[in-house]
């Protein structure tokens, strides 16, 4: 009963999102259930919960998906690339869901600021641990400085923000931002290795 009365509350969440491009609340999720809000609170007690399964449930293949075991430079850049191959269609398919917790990180802050939230935040950074990953490889060749400032720029390429600045202003189709996110990456990997190239 509780997984199905879960996954009842996550469609409703899920399609009101697609639909109208906002958050719902936790009572409008509720009534578009047919759930009694006390229940629905139950399973998300504030928007930040709602958008975490949100998001779960959106990026969640990508979360557990196997990388490679090989420990060289170029197995490091083709585990970046499959990362960034097998999130960027969930991007395309979960758009509104994405664009939807990031448009309630910023509200959050800007209430945080203010004084005035009254929701814990909702948390993001799984990006942080996925390109950790997809980066072991390269403990060998780069210093952990140089890795760790690899790591935050690609941090930046690797989410929801670069694929809105690219499709918003420049009118990129899927394909062409996939293109040009993973040249930029090539990019700050060759730049990375040939500074460690450099230093020894």
Do not use: C
């Amino acid at each position: 009963m509780r997984a199905s009365t879960f996954k009842l509350l996550m469609d409703t969440a899920m399609d009101l999102i697609q639909q109208d491009g906002h958050i719902p609340s936790i009572a409008e999720v509720a009534v578009r259930s047919n759930v009694s809000r006390a229940t629905a609170y139950r399973y998300f007690p504030s928007r930040s919960a709602l958008i975490t399964s949100v998001v779960d449930a959106s990026l969640g293949p990508v979360r557990s998906a196997p990388l490679g075991t090989d420990s060289d430079a170029e197995d490091a850049r083709e585990r970046v690339h499959a990362v960034f191959k097998t999130t960027f269609p969930r991007f395309e398919q979960y758009e509104p869901q994405l664009r939807a917790a990031l448009q309630l990180a910023l509200e959050q802050w800007a209430l945080q600021r203010a004084g005035l939230l009254e929701e814990e935040p909702y948390r993001r950074g799984h990006r942080v641990g996925i390109l950790s990953t997809a980066l072991a490889p390269l403990k060998g060749d780069l210093t952990p400085a140089s890795r760790e400032r690899l790591h935050r720029a690609l941090s930046v390429l690797y989410g929801i923000e670069a694929y809105t600045i690219l499709k918003d202003m420049w009118g990129m189709g899927e394909k062409e931002i996939e293109k040009t996110v993973l040249w930029m990456a090539d990019a700050l990997m060759e730049a990375s290795l040939r500074e460690g190239k450099g230093r020894r």
